[in-house]
């Protein structure tokens, strides 16, 4: 019975209706399955809310963007890369990926970022080649395609690289669980038995971003290469 | 400490309410009064979030989720600077734009290297559990000083610019924290153990493969309903890891939690309810479809799913 808020969950988010409003309604119907009293089930939402304000960290990144961004950050990006001959959209985005991630390996997971990298830099960087490389006249499709490669590597990235450092967050909960029941673990070990996973992550997806290029590629022509064989 | 985590949560609320006082005032907001009440309440749960009661936090987000609810939330309109504009003003700082921005991670992996067990008598400089955090809003307000003075800006001009990128953002940036919400409200209802009991009926308990098919795609799928793979672990590994790929088949504690775990991050890039992942940026790139970025992310996960899979049997065997 205590899945029926699960169910509203999945169906909600198939039938679009407002995410936020879903979850809530969600979060009221299993509690009162549960036979928690509307009582407690608001308390609890006070109360989880009030702990979770650590997600709305991203915030505090937002006036210094804006900032920027009013004073042409993106347009800057955009330009940097354009002077590059040798970058492609999905080249840019690999180099971040590859950053990222091995950023996240050493543990320094705070190097990226939707809010304070994506969005002012990698994006417009990536959209900024794309340009060159293809024209100013990009269709939208394909700008925002690029754009949510940029967050997807983000997450990627820091997701598996993480998990190799010992002091992180995860480790430090799998530690604590088999603890509490009483199977001995070395943070140690699982740090190491992340790594085939973390490598393996790298190499799937520079290889789907490689793809992203030749997919752009096949649907543009080459044209850079089409001018310099002119010049020949 | 001099510098706690509820320091840090003041400055989001002082960035977020300063914002709703230009919405309230915003006329080409058609909805400028409610809009503006929704960002006012949750600058106020941001800054008096330890202050305020739990019950009557809850009935303050229950009334932001009905002002969203019944359409009452629009954007306006925010005086952006015409492309012109920027244009100009690139001219002048040219690769100088690029100093703030690069000073907040530079600045936050100072502040978490740098300033960790670092005291000014016996005081603590940097909130330790949260030194992550603390670094991040430091770097930011530092970078924010600087960019200020760069571009000679006015001192509001930060703050209208944060409202429009929030604004933009909108619904979506409370949805993480409702998310969370749902979480405990899952756990404490007992959902987990629903679960994992159901997962380990339908299992063929004999077959390693099959346990290890079982462990890696319920991390994955339980890390997609609840949004959040640390939520998954402890109920997938209680239920489905520890008696019976421990119990019965002596795979390796440490094997099991390094590549379960990473099966249950594959989940978290396949789901919405990972929305801080996945919807929040799909908003902060003004893209059409907010799925587009799990749409992006399935087939990279997908194929990692299969190699946890493939790595935790064959070095179990």
């Known amino acids: 019975m205590v899945l029926i808020g699960v169910a509203i969950v999945i169906i909600g988010f198939i039938v679009r209706l407002n995410p936020l409003l879903v979850v809530t309604v969600a979060g009221l119907v299993t509690g009162l399955v549960a036979q928690q009293s509307l009582f407690d089930i608001i308390e609890q939402f006070g109360k989880a809310f009030t702990t979770n304000r650590y997600m709305a960290i991203f915030i505090a990144t937002l006036p210094v963007i804006g900032l920027l961004e009013r004073y042409g950050l993106r347009e800057q990006a955009e330009s940097v890369v354009a002077k590059i001959k040798a970058a492609t959209a999905g080249r840019i985005i690999n180099v971040y990926f590859f950053i990222r991630e091995v950023a996240a390996v050493f543990g320094l997971t705070s190097i990226g970022g939707h809010a304070q990298m994506v969005r002012p830099l990698v994006a417009p960087m990536a959209e900024g080649a794309a340009e060159a490389k293809y024209g100013k006249d990009l269709p939208d499709d394909v700008r925002q395609n690029i754009r949510a490669h940029s967050a997807a590597a983000d997450n990627i990235g820091v997701f598996f690289g993480e998990d190799v450092f010992i002091a992180i967050g995860a480790i430090l909960l799998m530690k604590g669980f088999f603890d509490q029941n009483n199977i001995p673990s070395d943070p140690l070990q699982m740090a190491m038995w992340a790594i085939p996973t973390a490598i393996a992550a790298l190499i799937v997806h520079s290889i789907r971003l490689n793809m992203l290029d030749r997919s752009l590629d096949r649907r543009f022509g080459n044209k850079q290469n089409k001018s310099a064989g002119k010049g020949e | ?317």
């Open chain 2, 1 to 317: 400490m001099f510098l706690s985590i509820e320091a840090v949560y003041i400055f989001l609320g002082i960035i977020t309410l300063l914002g709703s006082l230009y919405t309230f005032r915003d006329q080409k907001n058609p909805r400028r009064v409610t809009s503006g009440l929704f960002y006012f309440l949750y600058g106020i749960s941001l800054l008096l979030g330890s202050v305020i009661p739990p019950f009557v936090m809850g009935l303050l987000v229950i009334v932001m989720v009905i002002i969203v609810g019944a359409g009452g939330l629009k954007v306006g309109s925010y005086g952006e600077a015409s492309g012109e504009e920027r244009q100009q003003n690139r001219k002048r700082l040219g690769n100088w734009l690029f100093l703030p921005a690069l000073l907040i991670p530079v600045i936050t992996i100072l502040g978490t290297t740098g300033m960790k067990d670092v005291k000014i008598g016996e005081l603590f400089i940097l909130d330790q559990k949260n030194i992550t955090l603390v670094s991040l809003a430091l770097a930011t307000l530092i970078s924010l000083i600087v960019g200020v003075v760069m571009t000679k800006s006015r001192p509001m001009t930060p703050i209208k610019e944060s409202r429009r990128l929030l604004e933009a953002i909108g619904w979506a940036a409370v949805l993480p924290q409702m998310l969370a919400t749902l979480g405990t409200i899952f756990t404490s209802a007992g959902v987990g153990k629903v679960v994992s009991d159901l997962v380990s009926t339908i299992i063929p308990t004999h077959s390693l493969f099959w346990v290890v098919f079982a462990y890696c795609v319920g991390m994955a799928l339980f890390t997609m309903i609840m949004g959040n793979a640390f939520a998954a672990f402890p109920v997938m590994t209680a239920g489905i890891a520890v008696p019976l790929l421990i119990g019965q088949f002596g795979v390796d504690a440490n094997h099991l939690a390094a590549i379960g775990m990473f099966a249950g991050y594959c989940g978290t890039l396949m789901t919405p309810m990972a929305a801080n992942f996945n919807i929040v940026p799909a908003a902060l790139l003004d893209l059409k479809d907010k799925n587009h970025v799990i749409r992006v992310q399935v087939p990279t996960a997908l194929i990692l799913l299969c190699f946890n899979i493939a790595l935790l049997y064959f070095i179990s065997l």
